[in-house]
């Protein structure tokens, strides 16, 4: 006998456990708010997902995959600035969503560190190979810029959640491109 079926949408359910993690994080959310939160009972959880912290793996998981396939999307621009410059409007746009919890799940949770260390390395990649391909100069050190884009990021997530709107961010958006590195192109002119 197969049980009875779920009385939930768990995809559904994901999605509004990863909101409940994105604004209260991972310690503030409790499974009592999890359950209110998805309408579900506390049985019903741990059935469709083991516990919380599976629960968060898999919503944090949720929003890496959406945030990893954004970055990609942006990095692959014909230049590294145009791709950095991309990502970095994207991001404002996002962290200013009226829809959406302010700021960003991965960059303000403690827990997802290495899901950072991830996009820092894609940013990293990319600047190196906009060296590589000479429309960044050739001293440019991709680890220091993908350093200084995640803290761009960051400071962005954080200035959304203390209420920045959408014109913060973009001056924001600006004054790091602004910092970063000429294209070869510029710097011959």
């Given at each position: ?19 409940q ?24 959880l ?45 991001t ?35 600047i ?25 990021l960051?400071g ?8 920045g709107n959408?014109?913060?961010?973009e ?14 192109e510029?710097?011959?002119?």
């Open positions: 006998m197969a049980g009875r079926p779920r009385a939930f949408d768990r995809d559904a359910a994901l999605l509004i456990a990863m909101e993690f994105w604004r209260d994080g991972y310690e503030e959310t409790t499974v009592a708010r999890l359950t209110k939160a998805i309408g579900i009972t506390a049985p019903s741990y059935s469709a997902f083991g516990d919380k912290d599976q629960l968060f793996r898999e919503a944090a998981d949720c929003y890496f995959d959406g945030v990893a396939q954004q970055t990609d999307r942006a990095l692959a621009r014909p230049t590294a600035r145009q791709g950095i410059a991309e990502l970095l409007q994207l404002a746009a996002a962290h200013s969503d009226p829809t959406t919890p302010p700021g960003c799940f991965m960059l303000a949770e403690p827990r997802l560190a290495e899901r950072r260390t991830v996009l820092r390395q894609r940013i990293a990649d990319r190196e190979q906009g060296v590589r391909e000479g429309d960044l100069p050739a001293d440019t050190d991709p680890d220091h810029v993908a350093g200084f884009v995640m803290a761009v960051t962005m997530s954080a200035r959304a959640r203390d209420g959408a014109e913060d961010l001056a924001i958006v600006e004054l790091a491109l602004a910092a970063l590195p000429a294209s070869s510029t710097a011959d002119t």
